[in-house]
Structure formats: C-alpha cells, structure tokens
C-alpha cells in the first residue's frame, strides 16, 4: 500500500500566517488568476469548469459547470450566492478555508460570478462562525479598497458586488434552498424543487449556490487549465478535495489529498489509529453519509464513485473514525437526535419521523428498547427516504438504517443486556 | 305425508294417579317453603329486592372521577348509537383545558330506552354503564326523564358497578 | 389543452393544470392535506404521492404540472405503502382526542384513514405535549397537539387576507401553529381558517360544540350578508340553522367568505322570527285607493315582479319608498369581499322597478307622512342588523294611524289593540325560492329550504293571497299549519349508518 | 421591563433595510443586533422591531423560534454552548457538559444563580479536529479537558467581575 501524500492545490500556502491578509495573498500570486479570467469569456471559462469534471464539494457533488449551464441564457438580474453555512456533523474545512485565506474565496468567487455573468453575490456564513465573518468580511472591504469588487473591476467592465450574510444556527439552511430561504429572512425552510435555483432561486431570481471549497476549486481550473484539473483524482472525481478527518485519529484535522485516495491511507496521514486500538468503523462523509464498516473501509477509497458503490456516499468529506471503544448504539443516538433538532419541521415525513426514530434509539439505549424496534427503525427510516423536499430525511434515516443494519448484532446485544426481561418476553411472542 | 296416531293404552286412561302426583309435588313444595323459608326461591318484593349478577343491564349510570367530576366528555356518541333516541346531551366549553368538554345537560328518557346496551359499548370514555337497577317507577312522565342528578354519584350502587373510575388507578391496573 | 392520463383515465386539461388537479378531474382519490385550491402549493404534507412514468422517483402531484402525454397513476402498491406511511407520521403525535374535537366527523385524517389508513399503530412512545385550547382571537380556538401544520392557515392570512397574524413557530416537531402575543387573529375573514384547517386544530368559538356535525344537513344557498352574494352552504337540523359555510364559485367568492356572512343562520331561526300572523283579516277589508310601500333591496326578483305587477294592475295611487342600508357607506368595498351595500338583491330591485316602469323614492322616515290617510306597506328587511335606523323607524312605524301592514321576519312587537296594524311573516332567504342579482349582475338561485315558522309566506305568495278572493280563509288556514315536530332523530342510525 | 430600541440600533436596522434586496432579510442581522446588546430578545422587543421594520410581528417571531442562536430566554454573562455532536461526544462532549453544569450548578439552559452562566448542548459547531470544544459568548475554545474547561471559564469569570 502506497503511502499516500497531501496535494495541496487550494492550501498550499495556508501555512503562510499572512496568506489571510490582502497583501500576503497578493505576494503568493493571489488575483493573478482573476487577470487571466478576464481575458477570457465567460463561455470559456463555464466550459473550462465543465471540462474538469468539477463537482460540488457541499455534499451532494453534482458537476459544478453543468450547475452552471442551467442558467437561463439571458442577461436578466441574477445571484452567486457562496454556501458556507458548514453544518455538516465532522465538516470544518470551510471554517479553514475561510480564516486562513478569505481573499482565496473571493477571488473564485468573482471568477465564478463573472463566468455566470452574477452582478451580485453572497456568502452565507454560519452565525456560529463569528470569526469567519468578520474575517472574511474585512477581506471584502479590502476588496472593494483595492478595486477588486464594485464598478469596472481591474478595468474588465465587469461589475460586482458581494456580501456577507449571516446564518444564525439552523443545519438546514446549509441545504440551497433552505440557505435561499434563510437569506430572503424567511425561516430557513427548502423549498420545492421544480422551480430549481438556477431558474428561480434568490427572491425568484436565477441563482448559482456553490460551496466554499468549489468555488475556490475553480482558481487552480482557470490557472492551470481544465486538463490539468482532471489529471488529479479518478475518472470521475477529478481533483483535489479537503478532507476533515475526525474521531479516533492521532491527528485529526483538515488534508488535502486528490481524489480517489485509498482511505486507509488518509487515515494513515492523519497519523492512524489512537494506539492500542482496532478500527470499527468509518463514517466517510459527514453525520448524513451510511456508515463503513471496518470491512469495508479496507478497500475503499475517497471519490464519489467508489463511495456510492459502497452504498454510502462522499458528502462533505468529513471523515469521522470510530474505534473499538464506542457503542455504535450511543453514537446513533447523537446523530438521531441531531437530526431530530434540526429538522426544520416542513414536510410530515421528517418532522415526525426523525422524532421517533430518536425515540426508538434512545429507548434502546436506555434499556427500554425490544428487537422488533430495530425492525420498526428500519421500516420508519425507509419510509422517510426520499419522501420530503429536501434530504434532511435522507440524512436521518440512511445513518439509522446503516447502523442498524451494519451492526444489528451490536444492538441486540445491547438489548439483551440492557433489558434482559423485555427480551424474554419477545422471545417468548415468537 | 302421513301421520302416525298413537293409540292411549289403558294406564293413561285413568286420571287420578296423575293429579296426584301433581297435588303431592305442589302440597310437599308448600310444606317445604312454609318450614324451610331460607330455600323457598321466591322473594316478598318489594321489601326483598332481587340483587341480579354484575353483568345485568339495568338502568344506566354515569360515572365519575376520583374528583366526581363527570366522567363524559359529551362526544354524543351514546346519543348517536342509541336506536331508540333516548339520550340528550348538551356540551359546554369547560375552563380545565385537559377537559375541554362537558356536558351541562345529559338526559335518559327511560321510558323511550330499550336497554339494548349500545350507549355503554360506544362510550370511549367509560362513562356510561348499565347499572344494577332495574326498577323505575314514579309518579308522573316527566321523572321517567333522568338527569345528570339522578344518573351520576352512585356511589350507593352495588352489584359489581363501579361508579367511581380513576385513569390514574385504571392505568396502574393495566386497563 | 394538455393530453394526460390518470390512473388509465384518459382526460385534457388546461396548460399549467397542477397533476392533482387532474387526479381529482379524472375522479380519482388522492390523499392530501396541504393543498388547497385557493391557496399556494406547500407540499409538506407528502401524501399525493404519485407514480409518473419515465420518473423513478415518487413525485407529488401537487407540486407538478401537468405536461403533454403525462402518464401518472397512484394505484401501485409502492405509492399505497408510501401514503400509508405518510398517514402514519402525520398521526404519531395526533391526539386521538377525536370524542371531544369538534371536526370529528368532517376530519380529513378520520375520512383519509378510512382509505389510507395503517390500522396497526406501531407507534409506542410518548405522544409530543403542545397547548391546548388556545384562543386566537375572539373567532378562533387552536388546539396545536391536533395539528398537522400543513400550513394552509398560516398562507391563508398572508395570501389571501394579506393579514400575517399567524404563523408556524419553532422547528421540528416542536413547531407550533401560533399568533404573536399581543397581536391575535382578528381580521374579517378569520374563520375560513377553520374552514380549511383539515384537522380540528381550529374550531370556530361560535360553533364549538353546538351540534356533532353528523346532526346537520347541509343546503346550498346565497349569502344575504351584502351584495357580493356569495355562494354558500347552510347547515342546519330539524332543530334550527347553526352555521354557514362558503361553498366554491369562480365568479364570486372562490373559496372564502367573510365572518360577517357566517352570522346569516341566526335570524332564520324561530326564536327570532315573527311566527304568526296579526290582525291579517285586515288585509281583506276594502281599503284606501292610495298606498304608499316601503321596501328595501333584501328581497327576491320574483317577489319584487309579483309585487310591482300588483301594484300596477290594482288602479291604486300608489308611492314606493326604497330604503337603504348606511346610504354613505353603500359604496365600500374591502378589495375581498365585503360590500357596504348589505342588500343581497339591488341590482335585482333596481332592474326590476325599471322593468315596472315605478318609481323608486329615496325614503328617509315618516316625517312626511303626516298628512297621508292611505295605506302604508311596510316590508322589513330580514337582515335588521344592518340597517341602524331599523328599531327607530319600526317604533315610528307603529304609531301611525294609517292602515298599516307590516312584512316581516324579525320579531315585530305590537300592541294587539291596535287593529290599525298588521303584520304578516315573511319567509327568510332559506326557505323560499327565487333569485338574487349581485352588485354586477349575476344570477344567483335560492332553494326553498325546510320550513322554519310555519305561518310564513314568501311576499309574493303574500301578494298572490291579497289578490285572491278568499284572503281570510287562507290566513285562517295558514294559522292551523302546524309546525312541524322537530324531535332530534337520529341520523346515523336512521340511515344504517354511513360516516 | 418596557424595550426601548435605541437610536443607533434604529439606525442600524434601517440601514440594513436598505442593505438587502428584500427587507425581510434585514430581520436576521437585526435580531443579533438587539441580542448584542440585550443578551436576548424578548417578545417586546420582536414588536419593537416588528414597528421599525414595518414587517408583520408573527413574521419576525417565525424567523425568532426557528434559528437556535437567538436565545428566547435570558443568559448568563457566559454563555457556554458545549458541543455534543458526534466527534466531540466521542471525545467526552457530553461529560464535559454534564461537569460544567455540576460546577456551577446550574441546570442545563438555565440561568446559574449569581446570573453568570448558562450552559447549553449546541450541534456540531465546526471544530470536531480539537474535540471536545466549547464555544463561550463568541469564542472557541478548543481541545479541552474538563478541568481546562472549567480553568477558561473560572478566569473568564473573573474577567468578567473584574
């Protein structure tokens, strides 16, 4: 097994303490790139973002400049809009990316705005990242200083504008929708799909919503050519991608590594296992994403394809690692009553679904659980897939059915020493 | 078809040892009753009341809480199920909000009811059962028209009716 | 028009036709909840599930439009187990309460469980606790545990009334259907929230728990309320009217009406109604050759035809007086529904006394009356609440010496000594047949409803006994009318049941 | 205790009015504004706003109930949101919460008694690499232990008195 090694395309010089400021992003050929855009068409640069074979790098990793092709093909008023309300249970490559380079993101940002022809964008940062705001916010007023942002920028006559927005604490609205909502100053309630965003998105305005790392993604596009882009990574998932590794690792933290890397050897560069333990399972994508089992994980690797082979999926790249010494049964109930307090309460299914799927959990967990609940678990979260507008059902239910169904003999042994009388009696039913 | 005639042979002829037999069962009951009271199955009604088995349906009572509060809920449940059209109900808004609804006004025309019992089984509530009473009698039509007095706080009741019905208790017993 | 089918019915609809429009063209059933016709698509409830061909994925079919060749269809077991679910969720945290709430019997979750329902509950743990009989305003009581938030309240008063008093607070299955502290549900329109709430989470204060909605029997009608004339339905049992509700129509008031218009029942009612006759025999005797009639615009063209055409073939001098309602507010118009004309029919009285060729006189009191010796006509209006001067004119009214005849359903208290007077019932809205014109014009039919006061006539039956030769006869006859009993039968069991 | 906005948060809200593209987006910042400066935001103050902003109170209180950041109740001095997520429950999250209640005493949510500390369970907070964290007013402090925890907020403490 090769070793594997960081290619660090987006945070090679996030070492660099001064990358943050204007001046340091400058010194590191920072807004060159933009220069080179600006020679450029939009069309050209849509279709160099195509030709990479960019995807989302939010969780749902749908090709970014395909994204961008369903713009109306008409210059009427619409939005860029930056998601970086990074809510994902294990994420925190946004809130990196942000502090340690805002200017990194501003710069994809008026790229990808003048590619989709954007006179105004937002990023939407979550309320509880108090410091990213500010930072980033203080990187726009540089901007604008330095006449980066406002009328005629570097003297292309492309205008724009950009703004911060932010969230004020609801996992929802890191869903597009829900964040379009949350920005208009409605609750941040999805909303119903068809009409998609990038018909009618912001205030009914056609409306690109991309990630942090995306948007950013499209500077090393536009610099060193799509070709270049999809060298990196696998068929498929070309790039790079930031992985936030979490859990039982000597050294959790953010890596970049391209896609398509083998995960035990991500793990491995995290420095591996705390010692003296075996690994039990892996949650490869954030909280939403099924879970691994140590099985699995052998011959798995990072990129979309692989993942969803597996049945799971690569989400945001939180990698979160589980050792030997936690109950799959606790850690299921984090994650359920998660979702229960952060279902946004809309649609029926999810609403109530993510409530008793919490309640079920944790009456298991209390030893007031039976067996036939792993079944009602089950049926529960299969009936509340894909049955809502957005995927917070999903995330709920595919963690509790890859629980339950990876581990059931764990949570029938937790059962049975938890509430051995109640299980006498089920037996006896059957 | 043909019917087949039985011919009397000549015992059945005589009567008198029959009506003997049959002076000898009712005069041997009468000495029996007479020095042996405590067997005799009639009773000197109606200062000797027949005490009938907890199953028996007899004049409806409404139960009450633990509070005596009334029990119904005013649904009209009973009203509706009743073939005979026997049951009035008029509800009102109660200020207890876990009650919500009670009924002001609930009235059992007894003259009109068939004892058919559908009130007790559509109650969801338990309010309404059919009691160990039987009898009712009065003096003009319009005390044949039972009311919340006459029907509820029975606590005098006896014949396995239970008048007084507590959730908490019942939930405890597993009801 | 798009060509589509539905469950292998093949049907056309307009472009822009939402599937379960079309679902509910092709009458096929489709649980929901959420829509409404009048009403944004939500889409939350998740029941209209459907199976559109081409697409994997259940789609609901409020959500989408109809397009050309559509194959859609909700018949396979996949859609039946998704709807089943779906009715489930929607009632793990539902009280089952349904003895008390008052929508029992009317309740979209009891009618759609029939059809979708689980029937082995699987749920066993602690149902979420929310408030109970909460008060939103003077009009409207929320239970929120019944409430399935489909939020068709909530974007009643922000589309419709434009009004924003309620909405869907906290999140989750914590969320609550609500108003703001000190700002309560109190616009005119109110109740149409109870109206389209599918559950009992909103019941109406004025009818909370009169009736069990299975006693009454509905009747379509017009609401007499103003001259928006809007279409509704009246609810009533043998005994007496207890509410109304709007009834669909596209060219009046859709779906809603006002609250003022859900008010209409209570003058029909016999308790408040003139029962009997007074003094009718007078009508009989030979009277004066001049007349003077006051009327108002809350009748009937056919009661004002038969009027007129009498009073043009009877070689009378006869004055007709038109009293209106707040003659400087006539002309209001809230941009929804309410109308400051609260006459049901004045285009219809004003086409009519143009057709007659008579003379509408405003009328303003009997100050001019004075020196009049003939006979007076004096038709009440039935919606007295309306007319502010009603009580003081009446009183004006029966101290005049005149031959006087009085048309009325309100209650009309009299002296009975004085034989100058009398006073004749009159049918309401309810119960006579005929039609109204509203303010453009509209046509709008009335169905003679069951009887309410027995001794009532309509005007123009009045006008067709004044005619006859054996008026007094007739009275008499009318007075032996008997009411009809009106015992409380019970309806379900009368007809073997049915819910 | 009547809310009283004062003239440079007015100005602050109109501002933001101006700001946006739709006015109702305006509510979010200026909620955090009020609760800068109040700690919480009370129903007077959701009605206050409702008057200045010339949008429907139940509106605003919707937005209010909906985002967890807005405190609906009053805090403590320090308000200590411990995350109990996954990476951090994994790395005693939900102990270390437990034990700064025990600490001061306070109930979780609640207000301690000399008004200083509320401690509340918050979701993933975006630091799951230095689990477990806590997140007191606005600042993260990370990689904690328990008795490092209780050190920080011992000093913030007297910061605070101080």
Avoid at chain 1, 358 to 373: A, F, H, N, P, Q
Avoid at chain 2, 30 to 48: D, I, Q, V
Avoid at chain 3, 445 to 474: C, H, I, T, Y
Wanted: aromatic letters at 8%.
């Amino acid at each position: 097994m090769s070793k594997a090694i960081e290619s660090k395309l987006l945070t090679e010089y996030y070492d660099d303490p001064h990358y943050m400021s204007f001046e340091g992003y400058t010194k590191r050929k920072g807004y060159e790139v933009l220069k080179k855009a600006f020679k450029m068409k939009p069309e050209e640069i849509v279709a160099e973002v195509k030709a990479s074979g960019l995807r989302g790098r939010g969780g749902a990793g749908f090709p970014t400049g395909v994204k961008w092709g369903f713009l109306p093909k008409n210059d009427k008023k619409r939005f860029l809009l930056c998601n970086a309300d990074e809510g994902e249970p294990g994420t925190f490559k946004d809130r990196m990316m942000m502090e340690k380079a805002p200017h990194q993101l501003i710069e994809g940002m008026i790229i990808s705005a003048y590619a989709v022809n954007a006179h105004k964008s937002y990023i939407y940062i979550r309320g509880e990242y108090t410091d990213c705001l500010r930072i980033v916010k203080e990187a726009i007023d540089e901007a604008y200083a330095k006449g980066l942002l406002g009328k005629n920028i570097l003297g292309s006559g492309f205008d724009h504008d950009m703004d911060v927005y932010s969230g004020a604490g609801a996992y929802i609205c890191g869903e597009e929708t829900g964040m379009i909502s949350s920005l208009e100053g409605l609750k941040g309630q999805p909303k119903l799909k068809p009409p998609f965003p990038a018909i009618q998105g912001y205030l009914k305005f056609p409306t690109i919503v991309n990630n942090v790392e995306t948007l950013a993604a499209v500077i090393p596009i536009i610099e060193k050519g799509a070709d270049f882009y999809k060298s990196l990574g696998t068929e498929k998932s070309t790039g790079t991608k930031l992985f936030s590794v979490s859990g039982d690792v000597v050294q959790p933290g953010n890596y970049e590594v391209e896609l398509g890397t083998p995960l035990m050897d991500l793990i491995e560069l995290c420095g591996g296992l705390k010692p003296g333990r075996s690994l039990k399972a892996v949650i490869p994508g954030g909280s939403s994403a099924p879970v691994l089992t140590a099985d699995e994980c052998v011959d798995a690797t990072m990129d979309y394809e692989n993942l969803s082979a597996k049945g799971s999926m690569l989400g945001s790249g939180a990698v979160i690692v589980i050792d030997d010494s936690h109950s799959m049964v606790d850690l299921l109930t984090v994650i359920m009553h998660f979702y229960h307090h952060e279902s946004c309460g809309q649609c029926t299914p999810c609403r109530e679904g993510t409530g008793w799927l919490e309640k079920l959990v944790k009456g298991i967990l209390k030893g007031s659980g039976r067996v036939e609940d792993l079944d009602l678990i089950l049926r529960v979260a299969n009936n509340m897939k894909g049955r809502t507008i957005c995927a917070l059902s999903d995330a709920a239910a595919l963690p509790a059915l890859s629980f339950v169904e990876k581990f059931r003999l764990e949570f029938e042994q937790h059962i049975r020493t938890q509430s051995p009388v109640r299980e006498r009696e089920t037996t006896s039913h059957a | 078809m043909s019917v087949e005639v039985k011919r009397k042979d000549q015992n059945q002829s005589w009567l008198l040892p029959s009506v003997l037999s049959g002076m000898s069962l009712t005069f041997g009951k009468m000495w029996g009753n007479l020095f042996n009271r405590k067997k005799m199955p009639t009773l000197n009604y109606p200062e000797e009341k027949y005490e009938y088995g907890p199953r028996f349906k007899g004049n409806h009572v409404l139960t009450v809480k633990k509070d005596g509060s009334l029990r119904c809920t005013a649904c009209m449940l009973c009203a509706t199920n009743c073939p005979a059209d026997c049951i009035t109900i008029i509800a009102s808004e109660h200020d207890n909000e876990e009650v919500e609804k009670f009924p002001i006004h609930y009235e059992i025309d007894i003259l009109r009811c068939v004892f058919c019992g559908f009130c007790e089984e559509a109650c969801p509530v338990d309010a309404i059962r059919m009691g160990p009473e039987w009898q009712s009698p009065a003096l003009n039509g319009g005390s044949f028209v039972y009311d919340i007095r006459h029907l509820a706080f029975r606590s005098e009741l006896r014949g396995g009716i239970e008048s007084r019905l507590d959730d908490a208790e019942r939930h405890k017993a597993g009801i | 028009m798009l060509k589509c089918n539905i469950n292998g019915v093949d049907l056309e609809v307009p472009e822009g036709t939402k599937l379960i429009e079309a679902f509910l063209k092709a009458e096929q059933k489709i649980a929901h909840y959420c829509w409404h016709p009048g009403l944004s698509v939500a889409g939350v409830c998740r029941l209209c599930m459907c199976e559109i061909e081409g697409n994997p994925r259940l789609q609901i079919a409020c959500n989408t439009e109809v397009q050309e060749g559509m194959v859609a269809s909700n018949q396979s077991e996949k859609v039946k187990e998704t709807v089943r679910w779906g009715m489930d969720f929607h009632l793990i945290n539902h009280p089952l309460d349904c003895p008390i709430c008052d929508q029992a019997g009317e309740c979209g979750l009891q009618e759609q469980y029939m059809e979708y329902g689980q029937y082995t509950p699987s749920m066993a743990h602690a149902k979420v606790k929310k408030r109970k009989v909460v008060s939103l305003g003077s009009k409207v009581v929320l239970d929120s545990e019944r409430c399935i938030l489909c939020s068709r309240c909530v974007r009643f008063t922000d589309e419709v009334t434009k009004t924003h008093e309620l909405g869907i607070f906290n999140r989750g299955d914590k969320s609550e259907i609500g108003t703001f502290h000190d700002k309560p549900l109190e616009n005119k329109y109110a109740v149409n929230t109870v109206d389209i709430c599918p559950v009992g989470a909103l019941t109406s204060k004025e009818f909370r728990f009169k009736q069990r909605v299975w006693y009454l029997k509905d009747e379509k009608t017009v609401c007499p309320g103003c001259s928006t004339g809007c279409s509704v339905k009246v609810y009533h049992n043998q005994e007496g009217l207890f509410r109304v509700k709007p009834e669909y129509d596209a060219e009046v008031n859709e779906h809603w009406m006002c609250d003022e218009g859900r008010g209409v029942f209570d003058w029909v009612n016999r308790q408040n109604r003139q029962s009997y006759s007074v003094n009718a025999e007078n009508m009989e005797k030979p009277s004066s050759s001049e007349l003077k009639l006051i009327l108002t615009a809350q009748q009937t063209v056919e009661e004002y035809e038969s009027l007129f055409e009498y009073l043009k073939s009877s070689n009378k001098k006869v004055e007709v007086y038109y009293w209106k309602n707040n003659p400087d507010k006539f002309d209001d118009f809230d941009n929804l529904l309410i109308r400051g004309d609260k006459n049901p029919n004045t285009k219809g009285l004003l086409e009519t006394a143009v057709k007659h060729d008579i003379t509408l006189n405003p009328f303003s009191g009997f100050d001019g009356f004075e020196s009049f010796e003939g006979d007076i006509w004096f038709i009440l209006p039935e919606n007295k609440a309306v007319y502010p001067l009603y009580e003081q004119y009446v009183e004006k009214a029966l101290k005049l010496e005149n031959n006087l005849t009085i048309f009325a359903v309100p209650k009309v208290k009299v002296d009975k000594t004085k034989k100058n007077i009398s006073i004749l019932p009159l049918k309401t809205y309810f119960e006579k047949d005929g039609h109204f014109l509203n303010f453009n014009g509209l046509k709008r039919q009335l169905k003679p409803g069951p009887l309410q006061v027995s001794s009532a006539l309509a005007l123009n039956e009045w006008v067709s006994f004044v005619k006859s030769d054996d008026f007094g006869d007739q009275v008499d006859l009318l007075s032996k009318r008997k009411s009809e009993g009106f015992r409380k039968k019970n309806e379900m069991t009368q007809t073997g049941g049915g819910l | 205790m009547a809310f009283i906005l004062k003239d440079e948060d007015k100005n602050f809200v109109l501002e933001e009015l101006k700001r946006y593209e739709s006015k109702y987006s305006a509510i979010i910042p200026s909620l955090f504004r009020i609760q800068k400066k109040e700690g919480w935001i009370s129903a007077e103050a959701v009605s206050v706003l409702s008057e200045v902003m010339g949008l429907p109170e139940a509106h605003i209180n919707e937005v209010l109930q909906f985002y967890t950041m807005f405190n609906k109740e009053p805090v403590g001095k320090l308000h200590v949101q411990v995350c109990t997520n996954v990476s951090c429950a994994m790395n005693g999250g939900r102990e270390l919460a437990k034990k700064i209640c025990q600490k001061y005493q306070v109930k979780e949510g609640a207000v301690s008694q000399d008004g200083m500390i509320t401690v509340t369970r918050v979701e993933c907070l975006g630091a799951c690499d230095k689990a477990p964290m806590m997140q007191v007013n606005d600042k993260y402090w990370e990689d904690l232990t328990q008795e490092s925890a209780i050190q920080i907020l011992e000093d913030l403490k007297q910061k605070v008195v101080g």
